[in-house]
């Protein structure tokens, strides 16, 4: 049975529980700001009436103009304190978010990853998170200072006299209804636009891409009629849009002269029956000015706060959902070359198809292995299985007589290496990139593993910066050899016991491929390795092949008698990979 749905109220409450505390104090800030804009017309109001009495002295008007001054001062430095406090907290809250969901997606398993596309992702760290930073940092400070600003001269009116209170709160009932129905269809226009131009930009990208194809069937005029049509229908969305909330701003303007307007002639009638005094028909005044900025305040907020409620929802429940894999090991293999074993190991990747069936393996320690196949044999999800990328739904895989899952995830990395046969580059210099940050490695141990691998060039250039050289001036270009050398100077770094080599010769030229074979052999001396390959000749100096096709093993001998051997598989893959060079 599955849980309920979280709603964005408690979603809200657990995003800013780390920073509960800050959250508490800048509703103590916004408070005492709003309660200056709410106290200052009652001064005007002593003056006024103590002016009407003639109760008023040089010296009376003087003191209460001062302190008038002093709190228009001070409203003005409480709205720059507490726009800075907000914008600090949010943006603590949401870099915090980002870290913390990049740090938990890392850990997420590898069906999760299947299942969600990186741009996907980028838009649930990034995008969700923006939108949670603006609720946090934009709508929270406006909504919240115009709520406190509303119940504080909806308190003082109540207080001066409570027909004028009811009056007050009824007016803003009804003003907000309207608003509120008014902006929804603001709101449903700006959607259909946005639509629209996703229609607009998808077209002119479809046309962009297929402009040779266009040409060269003489389809260019009718591709320009379907953008005319396109741009037709966008500019009659973009014109409703723009009337709507032209709409929109012309009932707000209509709403508040209402009310100054009903606030004058109230004033009069309760003055003239002596209800009220002048200083108090110059406070429902002054409010009625000042109605305007926290109404539209609240409903101009109201689409951010309806993006920002689905996403603070999509970021509790993303930072809830849990690693398939759990890190709970703590058993070390002995140091040295591992042995690498498969017991009746089964997998599927939750679809109910078997990628791996009944495999029985065991690698002597130090001992090569390769491994062959066709595509969708299952070798790369053995190679997964070995670095624990994904865990086995059946039997138990184990190094060095250790199951797999008794060892930590730290210290499986540290003796475990995989060379993919596509190498990502990160953004940062040649050191960055063999130590992947980790600044405990020193300057002298990053060259000497470079070297070893014969990327001496890049040995003495350490703090360049990899990439593109047109986007950034004086960085290293590399090519897909050259990377592959620089994957493996990463595993010569650290050292392992074990490494893996998922076809990391596939992508290059005969001539790389020499020099990646002589990178390569230095690498697995000495260590357990386990060498996925399409092209044979990157098994020219392993111990031992393994075939295996729809899942399952179907050979495994020593290589020099499989290739000896007429009728086995691993020759029959040679002798075609003879006649396709032929």
């Known amino acids: 049975m599955s849980e309920p749905a979280i709603s964005h109220w408690q979603a809200l409450g657990q995003l800013i529980r780390p920073q509960r505390r800050a959250y508490a104090g800048l509703a103590v800030v916004m408070g005492c700001a709003a309660s200056l804009p709410v106290l200052t017309p009652l001064l005007v109001r002593r003056i006024i009436d103590t002016t009407v009495a003639g109760d008023a002295t040089t010296a009376s008007i003087t003191t209460l103009a ?6 228009a001062i001070a409203s003005q430095i409480a709205t720059v304190v507490v726009s800075y406090y907000a914008t600090t907290i949010a943006w603590k809250t949401a870099n915090g978010l980002r870290t913390q969901l990049a740090a938990h997606v890392l850990g997420l398993g590898h069906g999760f ?39 504080g001269m909806f308190m003082v009116l109540t207080v001066l006299d409570w027909r004028i209170g009811l009056a007050f709160a009824i007016y803003l009932f009804l003003a907000s ?17 946005m639509s629209v ?29 379907r953008f005319v049509q396109d741009a037709t229908v966008g500019l009659d969305a973009a014109t409703d849009m723009e009337r709507a909330f032209l709409r929109l701003w012309w009932n707000m303007r209509t709403l508040l002269l209402g009310g100054l307007v009903l606030s004058l002639v109230a004033s009069a009638a309760l003055i003239d029956r002596d209800i009220i005094t002048i200083g108090t028909a110059f406070v429902l005044f002054q409010y009625s000015l000042v109605i305007g900025r926290p109404l539209e305040d609240i409903v101009d907020q109201f ?102 899952g008794n060892i930590s995830q730290h210290e499986l990395r540290r003796r475990v290496a995989l060379i993919p046969q596509d190498v990502q580059l990160i953004g940062g210099t040649v050191r960055d990139n063999v130590t992947f940050f980790d600044h405990s490695w020193s ?3 990053v060259a000497a593993a470079l070297s070893e691998v014969g990327l001496d060039h890049l040995a ?22 050259e990377a592959q050398l620089l994957a493996m100077a990463r595993a010569w770094l650290r050292q392992p016991d074990v490494v893996v080599l998922d076809e990391a010769t596939s992508r290059v030229d005969p001539e790389t491929e020499e020099q990646l074979q002589h990178a390569i052999g230095r690498l697995l001396d000495g260590r357990t390795s386990i060498v996925i390959a399409h092209r044979l000749s990157t098994l020219r100096s392993v111990d031992r092949i393994v075939a295996m096709a729809d899942g399952a093993i179907i050979e495994d001998g020593d290589r020099a008698t499989l290739v000896a051997d007429p009728t086995s598989e691993f020759r029959r893959l040679m002798d075609l990979a003879l006649e396709e060079t032929a």
């Open 460 to 481: 003495n250039s350490l703090d360049s910066l990899l990439g593109d050289a047109s986007a950034v001036e004086d960085a290293i270009g590399l090519s897909a050899g």
């Open 113 to 151: 990853h299947r299942d969600h596309s990186p741009g996907e992702l980028i838009q649930r760290i990034d995008g969700d998170v923006t939108s949670v930073s603006d609720f946090l940092g934009r709508v929270l400070l406006k909504t919240g200072g115009a709520f406190l600003l509303l119940v």
């Open 303 to 404: 689409d951010t706060v309806q993006k920002a409620n689905g996403a603070m929802v999509r970021v509790v429940e993303l930072l809830a959902m849990k690693p398939s894999i759990a890190d709970t090991g703590t058993t070390s293999p002995a140091e040295g070359p591992l042995a690498v074993s498969f017991n009746d190991v089964g997998f599927d990747y939750g679809d109910d198809e078997p990628v791996l069936r009944h495999i029985n393996l065991a690698i002597e320690p130090g001992q090569s292995v390769g491994v062959v196949g066709r595509s969708g044999s299952g070798k790369t999800t053995l190679s997964r299985l070995v670095l624990r990328l994904v865990e086995a739904g059946s039997g138990t895989v184990a190094l060095g007589d250790v199951p797999i």
């Open 197 to 225: 131009k996703a229609r607009l930009y998808g077209g002119i990208e479809e046309r962009l891409v297929a402009s040779e194809d266009l040409r060269a069937n003489g389809a260019g005029p009718h591709a320009m009629w």
């Open 66 to 71: 001062v302190v008038f001054l002093a709190m």
């Open 177 to 193: 209804r309207i608003a509120v129905r008014q902006r929804n269809k603001s709101v449903n226009e700006a959607v259909h636009e």
């Open 443 to 445: 300057d002298a141990e």
